[in-house]
């Protein structure tokens, strides 16, 4: 597949200049003549048969192949509807894990990502490409920094401990927590989801992945210096 971001092509969001290019491209070449319409096709698919309502995983595996086995596809396009399914089905993976969990700071596609190797690296880089200002959070023993990620309106710094990842994200603290049941750990208030959460300086950071145990080590000792 191309590089070409279709969705802004199509919904005309595309630079003039990019757009004349592709306008160029397509005149040119039929695979990529080809590529667009399977786009077209899957999304039609989409918009008819799973967007109109809520729709499992399972559900959209079985509209996708529907899509790929109807006798109105053309065969040479069956592979780039593919390639779009597999993105898509990744993204509602993505987006139904953060609907179970109300309490998910990251409700919006990861952006871009940088390795790190320490807390100072990754809040620099989260201080300078976000809205968000926070100091460098303390780690457990154990703990290593190993990437920093942003989205729209979050980001997260990994950390790999014990062999298991752990992921500290945040996001501006808009009421995030509210009708989350609360704890009181070290003399701090925690609020409990899927993850362990904190508010700071007009911030919030929720910790996810790895275990129980460890997430409560890494919140508790991320949050002590705020």
């Not at 802004?8 to 040119?28: C, F, N």
Request: glycine content about 6%; charged content about 20%; proline content about 4%.
């Amino acid at each position: 597949m191309s590089s070409i971001d279709w969705q802004s092509y199509e919904d005309q969001t595309m630079d003039k200049a990019t757009r004349e290019d592709v306008d160029s491209l397509l005149r040119k070449d039929q695979a990529l003549r080809e590529e667009l319409a399977g786009f077209r096709a899957f999304r039609e698919a989409l918009q008819t048969s799973a967007l109109g309502q809520e729709v499992p995983i399972d559900r959209l595996n079985q509209s996708l192949r529907n899509v790929v086995q109807s006798a109105n596809v053309r065969p040479q396009r069956v592979r780039y509807i593919v390639a779009f399914a597999a993105a898509a089905v990744a993204l509602f993976a993505v987006f139904r894990i953060v609907n179970h969990d109300p309490l998910a700071l990251a409700t919006t596609p990861e952006i871009t990502r940088i390795e790190a190797n320490d807390t100072l690296v990754a809040a620099n880089w989260i201080n300078n490409t976000t809205p968000f200002h926070i100091s460098p959070p303390s780690a457990p023993a154990g703990a290593v920094v190993v990437s920093a990620r942003r989205g729209s309106n979050w980001a997260c710094i990994d950390f790999e401990m014990q062999g298991a990842t752990y992921h500290l994200y945040i996001a501006k603290d808009v009421g995030k927590f509210e009708n989350a049941q609360s704890t009181a750990r070290a003399g701090k208030e925690f609020f409990v989801g899927k993850g362990v959460g904190w508010t700071s300086d007009g911030h919030a950071f929720y910790v996810r992945g790895g275990n129980e145990v460890g997430r409560w080590r890494l919140a508790i000792e991320a949050s002590s210096i705020r």
